[in-house]
C-alpha cells in the first residue's frame, strides 16, 4: 500500500526555472494538498482540492498553482523559481473535506527544494 | 480565526521519564484537535484526535492528550519516554469554514531523548 507519494525527493533549481512536484495517493481520497514547511513556521497550506476538477487557494499561494484532472494526482507547478521558495513541500491526502475523519491527513515524505 | 500555541519549541526528557508537550489553541467554535510526530527526514503521521467525544484521547505509541476547555489546552503526554520517540510533534486545531476544513498548524516542538 503505497499511500501519498511525492517525486522528485530533492531538486536544485536556479532563480525563474520552472518546475513541477508531482503527487499521488491510491486511497481514493477526495481532499489533496500541498503544504510548505520552513523553520519555526509549522506548515502552511499552499492549494488544496476538495475533489476532481475542484482546486483553490490556501494561506500562501503566490507563485504557484495546482490541477486535479484525477482523483489520484495533484501536482504543484513552480512557475518561475524565487529562493523565497526554498523550502520542504508536503503533500496530504484525506477522506473527505468537512467528513467524519475531518483533519485526519496522510502525508507524502516530503519533497525538498532549494532555489539558488 | 483560529490559532495554535506550541508553548515550547524544544524538549529534552531522558529515557524512562515522562514527556509533556503543551498546547494552546484558540477557536470561535467548538474545534477538533490533533496531535502529528514526525521523524528525521519524514512525513507527517497522525498521533491522535480529539474530535467532541471523550476528552481523554489515547494515541499511537503510548502517547496520550487530554481537552480542557476551560483552559483552551491540549497538552501531549506519555508516561515514559522512549528513543525512538525523539521527534518533532505538531499540535493542530480544525475548523470548517464556509464548510471547507481549515486546519492551522503550530510551529511545533522538538523532543529529545536523552540516554
Known amino acids: 500500500n503505497a499511500g501519498v507519494t511525492q517525486t522528485p525527493k530533492f531538486q536544485v533549481l536556479k532563480t525563474g526555472q520552472s518546475m513541477t512536484l508531482q503527487c499521488a495517493q491510491d486511497?481514493?481520497?477526495?481532499?489533496m494538498s500541498w503544504y510548505r514547511q520552513d523553520p519555526g513556521m509549522g506548515l502552511r497550506l499552499i492549494h488544496y482540492?476538495?475533489?476532481?476538477?475542484?482546486?483553490d487557494q490556501g494561506e500562501v499561494p503566490n507563485g504557484y498553482n495546482v490541477s486535479r484532472s484525477t482523483t489520484e494526482d495533484f501536482p504543484l507547478r513552480l512557475l518561475s523559481a524565487a529562493p523565497s521558495q526554498t523550502s520542504v513541500y508536503f503533500c496530504?491526502?484525506?477522506?473527505?473535506?468537512?467528513?467524519?475523519?475531518?483533519?485526519?491527513?496522510?502525508f507524502g515524505e516530503g519533497s525538498r527544494l532549494t532555489v539558488l | 480565526a483560529q490559532s495554535v500555541t506550541q508553548l515550547d519549541s524544544h524538549v529534552s526528557v531522558s529515557e524512562g521519564t515522562p514527556v509533556l508537550l503543551r498546547c494552546n489553541y484558540s477557536s470561535s467554535y467548538s474545534p477538533s484537535l490533533f496531535w502529528y510526530v514526525q521523524h528525521p527526514n519524514k512525513g507527517l503521521q497522525l498521533l491522535l484526535k480529539y474530535t467532541s467525544a471523550a476528552t481523554l484521547v489515547k494515541g499511537i505509541n503510548g502517547f496520550e492528550a487530554e481537552f480542557k476547555k476551560s483552559e483552551t489546552s491540549f497538552h501531549l503526554t506519555k508516561p515514559s519516554a522512549h528513543m525512538s520517540d525523539a521527534a518533532e510533534y505538531f499540535c493542530v486545531v480544525s475548523d470548517l469554514d464556509f464548510g471547507n476544513e481549515k486546519l492551522t498548524f503550530g510551529t511545533g516542538t522538538r523532543l529529545t531523548i536523552i540516554p
Open positions: 486511497m481514493n481520497h477526495e481532499y
Open positions: 482540492s476538495v475533489g476532481a476538477g475542484i482546486t
Open positions: 496530504a491526502s484525506s477522506y473527505r473535506a468537512g467528513g467524519p475523519n475531518t483533519g485526519e491527513l496522510f
